[in-house]
Every structure is written in C-alpha cells, then in structure tokens.
C-alpha cells in the first residue's frame, strides 16, 4: 500500500470539496478555487471532512497513480488557505528587478531589459533585490519561479545570477596566474 496515497486529507474549515464525475475535483476556500480532473481509476470518496483516495489493484501504475492523486488534492488544499510562495534572489552588480504593472522587468547584463508578464493567478512582488511569486497554484507558481530563474541562473565563480533564496550555488575556483 502506497504510505502517503492511503493518508486521509482533513478538510478545513471553510474549505469545499465537489467531487464530479471523471474525478473531477474542485475545490473552494479563503484563497480561490482550483479545479482538476484527477486519474479516472482512481477511487476519491468525501465522508465527513475527511477525503479518502484508494486504488482498485496492485498494478505499478496504479501504484503510482495512487500516491499523486492523494498529494494532488492535498496541494489543492493547501493552497486555498495558506497559497504558496517561492522566494528569488537577484545576485551580481548591475543585475535589478522592477515591477511596471503586471510586468517583472528584468536588468540582467544583457543589451535589453528582460521583461515577463505575470501569468493568471500569479502575483509578483519585488522588495530590492528580492522577488517573490506568490499564488494558490503549487505547480504554476514553481514553473514561473523556474523561468525567472532561467533568465539568467547563477553561474558557479561569482555567484551572480538570479537563484532561490534557499539554494545554495556550489561555488569553482577560478583561474590561478603563472608564476
């Protein structure tokens, strides 16, 4: 039995759960509402606040199927009551952020400024050298933190570059001179 597919998802206070056919979840809080249509084979039951998902055989797949269904929903969630953020941080002389609107302006060293439009659903704020992207989608708030990353990722002498506040770059030696 897959150990975290088989744990019940508690559903809080001011949260609603539809479950529709084709396994069609939707869910409602504080935040917003997402919906997403789940795999099909899996079993997704509501019974008083608390949301089961369980599997109809032992096959890989389902297996699999099983515990993604169950952190799916959890993520769900999650995110319209608390949300979700992914802080970056902008490293190197020259190297800013700005906001225009509901662009993130970009100034990385290269012969134009960067410019990306924040996607539905997702807010960016930017304090300093410091972007934050904030949203109740766990996937569509990574894959954004992911593309401004991309713009220009840390690179391993200086350090400079646009990395997470939490990740930590492995840093090289540069070049000795001859003696």
Do not use: C, F, W
């Not at 249509?37 to 599997?55: C, G, H, N, Q, Y």
């Not at 608390?82 to 800013?96: I, T």
């Not at 906001?99 to 400024?113: E, F, R, T």
């Not at 992911?146 to 930590?168: H, L, N, S």
């Amino acid at each position: 039995m897959s150990r975290i597919g088989r744990m019940p998802i508690a559903v809080p206070a001011g949260v609603t759960v539809d479950i529709a056919e084709n396994n069609k979840v939707t869910v409602k809080g504080p935040k917003g509402t997402l919906e997403r249509v789940l795999p099909a084979e899996m079993d997704i039951k509501l019974e008083a606040d608390v949301i089961t998902v369980s599997r109809p055989n032992d096959l890989k797949k389902m297996k699999s199927l099983h515990g993604l269904t169950r952190t799916l929903i959890h993520n769900m969630i999650i995110g319209v009551t608390e949300g979700y953020v992914k802080d970056l941080e902008v490293n190197g002389v020259g190297y800013r952020a700005q906001k225009q609107g509901n662009k993130l302006v970009l100034a990385l060293g290269y012969s134009h400024p960067v410019e990306m439009v924040d996607p539905e659903g997702i807010e960016v704020k930017v304090d300093g050298n410091k972007i934050s992207v904030v949203g109740i989608d766990k996937e569509k708030v990574g894959q954004y933190a992911a593309e401004i990353r991309e713009k220009r990722a840390p690179e391993p002498y200086k350090g400079k570059g646009i990395k997470y506040v939490d990740e930590t770059i492995r840093r090289k030696v540069g070049k000795t001179g001859k003696k």
